[in-house]
C-alpha cells in the first residue's frame, strides 16, 4: 500500500490551512489511520506550535532532504496519539532548501515506512512551497473563507491542481478536491454580510466537504497547542470530525450553518 | 439628513455583491487560465488603441482562449457604446 498523500492549499494567506492540517491529521490517526503531518512553510515553522511540539524539534523537513537526518530522527511522535508524526519546516531563510526530487525521496520514504496519509500543510501563495506541497498530491483540501479575495484565491488554486500536479502532467487520475469553508460566521451570513455556503459552492461550481465556524475556542487551542479537533466543546472541533469522516467517506450532514439560539447568560458573556 | 437617520439607517448586505462580483470575475479568469502570460497585457495594450476611438472600459474588453477540436482560437470581443465618437480623437 502507499499512502494517500493530502495537500491542505488556499491560495491567500491566514485563512485555516495549518488550523485545519493539525486537526485533519489528527482525526485521521484518531480514526486508526498511521499519519505525518509536514510543514511545507520553510522559514515560517508554525504547524509545531499548533501541535504542541515546538519543543522537541530537533531535526527538520529540509535536514532529511539534504540527508542530514534519517527521517526517523526527524520525525516526532505526537503526544497524545501514537500512529501520528510531525515533520517540522525548517526555520532557514533559503527559499531553495526544498527541491522536487528531495520532497519525492521524503514521501516516498514515509510510504515505505507504512504510513497510511501524509498530510501536507502548504504555505500561502503559488510559488515554489505551494506548487511543492501539492505536486504530489492524491487529493486536496482547499481551505477557503466566505470572503472573496480567498474565494477567488481557492479558484485559482483548484485551477493549479487540475494543471500542475504530478497527476496532471502524467495524464493521471485528477487530484481529488475538496473545498473546506473556515471561519463561517453564521449570524453574519443570515445579515446578507457574508457568502454562504450555497454562494461559495456556486460561484466556484463545487461542493464543500466540510464548514468549519468561526471559533473562540481555535485561538485557545492553538495558544495551548492543542488542536482544535481535541476540543470536545468547541463547535469548530465538532465539525473537524465531520469532515475527517467525510473525507474517510462517510456521509454526514453539515452542522452549525444556523445562529445558535443563545441563552441569556451565553448573550450576555458570550461563548 | 439628520444624525438621527444616520444612526438608523442600516447598512446595505453586501454578500449579494461580493456574490456577483465574484461570479464574473471567477468566469473571466478561468476562461483565460492555462492561457498564455500575454494576454492581460494584450487586453490593456487593445483598451489603449481603441480609446483612441471610442470610450470603453477595460470590462468592455474580452478575451477567450477557446479550445476548439485540437486548436486553440483567441476570441476577441468588444462592446462598443452607441456609436459616439472620442471626443479628443487621437492625436
Ligand atoms: N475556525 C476558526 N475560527 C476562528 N479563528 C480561526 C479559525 N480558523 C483559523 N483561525 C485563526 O486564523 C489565524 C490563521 O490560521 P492558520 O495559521 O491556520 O492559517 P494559515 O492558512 O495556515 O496561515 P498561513 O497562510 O500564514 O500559513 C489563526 O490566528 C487561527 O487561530
Ligand atoms: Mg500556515
Request: overall charge negative.
Amino acid at each position: 500500500m502507499t499512502a494517500e498523500i493530502i495537500v491542505v492549499t488556499s491560495g491567500k494567506g491566514g485563512v485555516g490551512k495549518t488550523t485545519t492540517s493539525a486537526s485533519l491529521a489528527t482525526g485521521l490517526a484518531m480514526a486508526g489511520k498511521k499519519v505525518a503531518v509536514i510543514d511545507f512553510d520553510v522559514g515560517l515553522r508554525n504547524l509545531d506550535l499548533i501541535m504542541g511540539c515546538e519543543r522537541r524539534v530537533v531535526y527538520d523537513f529540509v535536514n532529511v532532504v539534504h540527508g542530514e537526518a534519517t527521517l526517523k530522527q526527524a520525525l516526532i511522535k505526537d503526544k497524545r496519539h501514537d500512529n501520528l508524526f510531525v515533520l517540522a519546516a525548517s526555520q532557514t531563510r533559503d527559499k531553495d532548501a526544498l527541491t522536487q526530487e528531495g520532497v519525492e525521496k521524503v514521501l516516498d520514504g514515509l510510504s515505505e515506512d507504512g504510513f497510511d496519509y501524509i498530510v501536507c500543510d502548504s504555505p500561502a501563495g503559488i510559488e515554489k512551497g505551494a506548487h511543492l506541497a501539492m505536486y504530489f498530491a492524491d487529493m486536496a483540501v482547499v481551505v477557503v473563507n466566505p470572503e472573496v479575495s480567498s474565494v477567488r484565491d481557492s479558484d485559482r488554486i483548484l485551477g493549479l491542481l487540475a494543471s500542475k500536479t504530478r497527476r496532471a502532467e502524467r495524464g493521471e487520475p485528477a487530484v481529488r478536491q475538496h473545498l473546506l469553508l473556515t471561519r463561517y460566521n453564521p449570524a453574519r451570513v443570515a445579515n446578507g454580510d457574508m457568502l454562504s455556503v450555497k454562494d461559495v459552492e456556486e460561484i466556484l461550481g463545487i461542493s464543500v466537504v466540510g464548514v468549519i465556524p468561526e471559533s473562540e475556542q481555535v485561538l485557545a487551542a492553538s495558544n495551548s497547542g492543542v488542536p482544535v479537533i481535541l476540543d470536545e466543546a468547541s463547535n469548530a472541533g465538532h465539525a473537524y470530525h465531520d469532515t475527517v469522516a467525510r473525507i474517510l467517506g462517510e456521509e454526514r450532514a453539515l452542522r452549525f450553518l444556523e445562529v445558535p439560539k443563545k441563552g441569556f447568560l451565553q448573550r450576555v458573556f458570550g461563548g | 439628513m439628520g444624525i438621527l437617520d444616520f444612526l438608523k439607517r442600516k447598512p446595505e448586505p453586501t454578500a449579494g455583491l461580493a456574490k456577483e462580483r465574484l461570479r464574473i470575475i471567477v468566469a473571466q479568469e478561468r476562461s483565460t487560465r492555462g492561457a498564455p502570460d500575454y494576454l492581460p497585457l494584450l487586453r490593456n495594450e487593445l483598451l489603449e488603441v481603441i480609446k483612441k476611438y471610442v470610450h470603453v472600459d477595460l470590462d468592455a474588453i474580452n478575451i477567450n482562449v477557446e479550445h476548439d477540436s485540437g486548436h486553440e482560437v483567441l476570441e476577441l470581443s468588444v462592446a462598443l457604446p452607441d456609436g459616439k465618437p472620442a471626443s479628443n480623437p487621437a492625436t
